[in-house]
């Protein structure tokens, strides 16, 4: 398990490999790992929500 400290940098790696455009399977730590859920957290932050395609609003 990490510290605050490591989750919170790893929250925000996430969240700048979202916003590079990186796929979420370029995460560095272990299934297991609370790491891993706080980089999908960042990564997710950052990614957009994709809605229904083909939609004429």
């Known amino acids: 398990?990490?510290?605050?400290?490591?989750?919170?940098?790893a929250m925000l790696?996430?969240?700048?490999?979202?916003q590079a455009g990186k796929r979420a399977t370029e995460c560095p730590h272990?299934?297991?790992?609370l790491l891993r859920t706080?980089?999908?957290r960042g990564y997710a932050a950052a990614r957009p929500v994709v809605t229904g395609q083909g939609s004429t609003e």
């Open 13 to 18: 790696a996430g969240r700048e490999a979202g």
């Open 1 to 9: 398990m990490g510290t605050r400290e490591d989750i919170a940098r």
């Open 38 to 40: 706080a980089w999908i």
């Open 30 to 33: 272990p299934a297991e790992s």
